[in-house]
């Protein structure tokens, strides 16, 4: 794992995503993942505009798990993972591309930015990031086994999402929930 020597979206791994250039075909291009900090007056400035920006790129965007990853982050209630596009020319708030709050071994919560965000087709024309979700979690699978945790366990609203990523179900983590659980073994 990078240590940054500063404070401001702490470098934690490498990663790749791909990009939908402006002719359709899709690239390559380099991430990473990083660990942001309320402290940070960059990382707090990015969350509050991030805030107010993702909500007005997409119409079908639903903010509410993003708002709970805001409010983890503003109350340190749990740490605030991302993967973040490698680009000096761009502000922090740019860069994020998904964000994820993780307490323990659990992920609480998974946002994509709009234009990295599975949509129905009715939609991904907007799109121009794709497999950021799945980078964010293999980023978060080191995290969680770097901090001595041998599972890393997930309450999803989008089962199609985890199961694409091998995780499997575990129905007895939280019989009475509405959503359901998942959980990966690490290595």
Same mark, same amino acid.
């Given at each position: 794992?990078?240590?940054?020597?500063?404070?401001?979206?702490?470098?934690?791994?490498?990663?790749?995503?791909?990009?939908?250039?402006? #002719?359709?075909? *899709?690239?390559?291009? &380099?991430?990473?993942?990083?660990?942001? @900090?309320?402290? +940070?007056? %960059?990382?707090?400035?990015?969350?509050?505009?991030?805030?107010?920006?993702?909500?007005?790129?997409?119409?079908?965007?639903?903010?509410?798990?993003?708002?709970?990853?805001?409010?983890?982050?503003?109350?340190?209630?749990?740490?605030?993972?991302?993967?973040?596009?490698? #680009?000096?020319? *761009?502000?922090?708030? &740019?860069?994020?591309?998904?964000?994820? @709050?993780?307490? +323990?071994? %659990?992920?609480?919560?998974?946002?994509?930015?709009?234009?990295?965000?599975?949509?129905?087709?009715?939609?991904?024309?907007?799109?121009?990031?794709?497999?950021?979700?799945?980078?964010?979690?293999?980023?978060?699978?080191?995290?969680?086994?770097?901090?001595?945790?041998?599972?890393?366990?997930?309450?999803?609203? &989008?089962?199609?999402?985890?199961?694409?990523?091998?995780?499997?179900?575990?129905?007895?983590?939280?019989?009475?929930?509405?959503?359901?659980?998942?959980?990966?073994?690490?290595?």
């Amino acid at each position: 794992m990078y240590i940054n020597p500063s404070f401001s979206s702490q470098k934690l791994y490498d990663a790749k995503i791909r990009h939908k250039k402006d #002719d359709g075909t *899709k690239e390559t291009i &380099n991430a990473q993942i990083t660990k942001l @900090s309320y402290d +940070d007056p %960059e990382d707090s400035s990015a969350m509050m505009i991030i805030a107010l920006k993702w909500r007005s790129m997409d119409e079908y965007f639903n903010p509410k798990y993003f708002d709970n990853i805001h409010f983890n982050f503003k109350t340190k209630f749990a740490n605030t993972l991302a993967i973040e596009l490698v #680009d000096d020319s *761009k502000k922090l708030e &740019n860069k994020i591309v998904c964000l994820a @709050s993780i307490s +323990d071994n %659990e992920v609480e919560y998974l946002q994509a930015r709009p234009d990295a965000e599975y949509k129905p087709v009715r939609s991904d024309s907007k799109r121009k990031y794709y497999g950021a979700g799945k980078a964010l979690m293999q980023g978060i699978f080191q995290y969680i086994k770097y901090n001595k945790f041998n599972e890393v366990t997930v309450n999803s609203a &989008n089962d199609k999402f985890y199961n694409a990523i091998g995780m499997k179900p575990a129905p007895e983590l939280n019989p009475d929930s509405r959503f359901n659980y998942y959980k990966h073994k690490l290595d």
